[in-house]
């Protein structure tokens, strides 16, 4: 055999084992409803957001009665002059309806992929002093909280396993609670991102850059397959765009957004910023999970048009 034929049977031979491989790994599961809900409720400050929160949420119809609720916000680093996290106020509002919706446990949980400290960060953005008001919930940080292997689903990234989080493998229901935030490696960080901070750091590190050397959007399908959100709160009434998630400009959207499945919640999310969800990578790739077409998009609230504003990327 010549050198040639030789790399050619080699080629076709590799070819094979590729096209065999693909087909013996699970794809992403198909978890699509007919058709989504997602509301879009005009908030023009936070003290306007227990009332819109109840409304929202009213409008999306949470099956929460009787079951253990955790909330996951987008708790990165606090500075007084940034909009980095989720606010404060739109999680205890959050906290507050699920409790007069029936929820039996509502708890806020979180592992921040920068700052170790989580206490520090959550008394300082003012979260633990709304918590204490409500007396009824409890802060965990993910980080620390002790971890079960659970099998990953789709095989996007290496990982055969992860370590998660017992209290969030606990709960009944799971919802994401993102900033609205443009992020210059994934383009936006909205709920299906938002996931990143249930993977611990005890055991990953920090900035937990195993999920980053998987690929980024891989690494976010995986975590949104194997870790489903059931509802999504997105935090829009102080957005963020062009560098973020942590140093991009404050942007007034002026509005929060209620879903009952992430990837329409993020598709939605992205055409208020004047992003093309087709274009951002995990989106497009979580397609089996949610709904990205519009026609299967039922839209309650506001007009996408009355809210949208274009939102300046990261290069």
Do not use: W
């Given at each position: 055999m010549n050198r040639r034929n030789l790399l050619s049977a080699g080629a076709l031979a590799t070819t094979a084992a590729i096209s065999l491989h693909q087909q013996l790994r699970p794809s992403v599961p198909f978890r699509r409803k007919a058709k989504s809900k997602v509301a879009i409720l005009k908030c023009a400050n936070y003290e306007s957001a227990y009332k819109v929160v109840d409304e929202g949420l009213r409008l999306i119809e949470p099956a929460v009665k009787g079951k253990s609720?955790?909330?996951?916000?987008?708790?990165?680093?606090?500075?007084?002059?940034?909009?980095?996290?989720?606010?404060?106020?739109?999680?205890?509002?959050?906290?507050?309806?699920?409790?007069?919706?029936?929820?039996?446990?509502?708890?806020?949980?979180?592992?921040?992929?920068?700052?170790?400290?989580?206490?520090?960060?959550?008394?300082e953005c003012g979260l633990k002093k709304l918590l204490k008001e409500i007396g009824r919930t409890r802060f965990v940080d993910l980080n620390f909280d002790t971890p079960s292997r659970v099998k990953t689903t789709t095989s996007l990234t290496a990982l055969k396993e992860l370590w998660l989080p017992n209290t969030l493998l606990a709960a009944d229901v799971v919802i994401s609670m993102p900033k609205i935030k443009t992020h210059h490696w994934a383009g936006v960080t909205l709920s299906l991102k938002n996931l990143f901070g249930v993977v611990p750091g005890s055991v990953y590190g920090w900035p937990k850059n195993i999920l980053h050397w998987q690929g980024i959007d891989n690494s976010i399908v995986e975590l949104a397959s194997?870790?489903?959100?059931?509802?999504?709160?997105?935090?829009?009434?102080?957005?963020?765009?062009g560098n973020g998630p942590l140093h991009g400009r404050r942007r007034d959207l002026g509005c929060l957004v209620f879903a009952n499945d992430p990837v329409s919640a993020d598709v939605i999310c992205c055409d208020l910023m004047s992003i093309t969800a087709a274009n951002i990578a995990h989106v497009r790739k979580a397609s089996a999970l949610g709904n990205i077409e519009r026609k299967t998009i039922g839209l309650l609230g506001e007009l996408i048009s009355s809210a949208r504003q274009v939102?300046?990327?990261a290069p």
């Open positions: 609720v955790l909330l996951k916000p987008n708790l990165v680093e606090y500075s007084p002059n940034t909009c980095i996290n989720t606010h404060p106020t739109v999680i205890a509002a959050a906290v507050d309806s699920l409790y007069r919706l029936g929820a039996a446990s509502v708890v806020v949980a979180e592992g921040p992929g920068h700052v170790r400290d989580t206490e520090m960060l959550i008394e194997t870790v489903p959100i059931h509802y999504v709160i997105a935090d829009g009434v102080e957005a963020m765009e939102f300046s990327q």
